[in-house]
């Protein structure tokens, strides 16, 4: 069993700082409320995935990751779900495709 997410803590908490202190100025500038979006769709993946431990084959940390590219939640202080949807999408996609990458361990 491996958690090679465990690092993703500590971006979680950056990213909750951040979502913090820019949420008045992203209420104020429509250029920012993008970047605000970005943020809380990578928070989300990144408190999501620390602590949850997988077989080291990788077919069930793929499985769940399908799973998990429609099913993250989108927040109601986002400015555009469809963004935030769209951003958890591609990132769960970028984990999948370096996953698929690696080489398969023999049995």
Do not use: C
């Amino acid at each position: 069993m491996t958690d090679r997410y465990e690092h993703l803590k500590a971006r979680a908490e950056s990213l909750e700082k951040y979502l913090n202190e820019t949420r008045r100025e992203a209420d104020r500038n429509p250029g920012r409320q993008v970047l605000y979006d970005l943020a809380l769709a990578e928070y989300y993946f990144s408190n999501y995935l620390p602590g949850r431990t997988f077989t080291d084959g990788g077919a069930q940390e793929r499985e769940h990751l399908e799973t998990l590219r429609d099913n993250l939640p989108v927040d109601a202080g986002a400015f555009t779900a469809y963004n935030v949807k769209r951003f958890q999408q591609e990132l769960v996609r970028h984990i999948d495709n370096h996953l698929a990458s690696l080489p398969k361990k023999a049995n």
